[in-house]
């Protein structure tokens, strides 16, 4: 079973619409860390947010801010107001406290067109 | 600081060559990992190391071979390569497994 699923493969938008990037993940280990990573067309992958199980505060940082909700099992991402540089593909990823071990999702394509 | 370093950026192999990837960081990172990307598939990690001497295997190690004989350097062996291990590699350290990763530039490699 996948420990970290991204069920939108890609969505496309329109420059300064709001965009929902969805995260859902599968740990029986009580503490964790969720993890959001922006993957730009040159290649590299870019860090943009850390959470642990146990703070389940929303997190806002500029154009961007994270959902985490325990009981559904999300890490949801959205983006305020979307601009062609965030055209990229972002990962979600979850690492276990008592396991040694990075799972990251499929990945979702965002493309924002001016 | 370099960061994490990878090299070759890119490589092209025949069936049954051998070749080594190479990783090296410079932040003292206890912890280093190898992925490779796939189209649809995310990155999947290959093998990981929690500090020299000790390795261990991730989602997808077969086919692949690793050593940690410091904690800088942490080479990914390909023993005998095959077409379905044509991929994008991703070298990654950090201070622990739930820390931030920091990636290296990625390696991709052709397996004809």
């Known amino acids: 079973a996948q420990k970290v699923t991204q069920a939108q493969t890609e969505i496309s938008v329109v420059e300064k619409e709001d965009v929902t990037l969805d995260c859902v993940y599968e740990?029986?280990?009580?503490?964790?860390?969720l993890f959001w990573y922006k993957q730009p067309p040159s290649g590299e992958l870019v860090f943009l947010i850390r959470?642990?199980?146990?703070?389940?505060q929303n997190e806002i940082s500029g154009r961007y801010s994270w959902n985490f909700q325990k009981s559904t099992s999300s890490f949801n991402f959205t983006i305020t107001a979307s601009q062609v540089v965030d055209s990229a593909v972002y990962f979600c990823?979850?690492?276990?406290?008592?396991?040694?071990?990075?799972?990251f999702g499929s990945g979702t394509k965002l493309n924002v067109k001016p | 600081n370099a960061g994490v370093t990878q090299t070759p950026k890119f490589q092209v192999l025949k069936t049954g060559q051998s070749m080594t990837l190479q990783c090296a960081q410079d932040?003292?990172?206890?912890?280093m990992s190898w992925y490779r990307q796939d189209p649809g598939m995310g990155l999947r990690l290959i093998h990981y190391?929690?500090?020299?001497?000790?390795?261990d295997q991730g989602e997808v190690p077969n086919g692949y071979n690793v050593s940690r004989s410091t904690t800088e350097d942490f080479p990914l062996r390909l023993l005998s390569a095959a077409p379905s291990q044509t991929s994008v590699y991703f070298c990654?350290?950090?201070?622990?497994?739930?820390?931030?990763?920091?990636f290296g530039p990625g390696t991709r490699l052709t397996v004809l």
């Open positions: 990654a350290s950090s201070y622990g497994a739930y820390n931030e990763q920091f």
């Open positions: 740990t029986r280990d009580t503490t964790y860390y």
């Open positions: 959470r642990n199980s146990f703070d389940e």
């Open positions: 990823a979850l690492s276990e406290y008592n396991f040694n071990k990075f799972y």
């Open positions: 932040m003292n990172h206890e912890y």
């Open positions: 190391s929690v500090g020299a001497g000790i390795t």
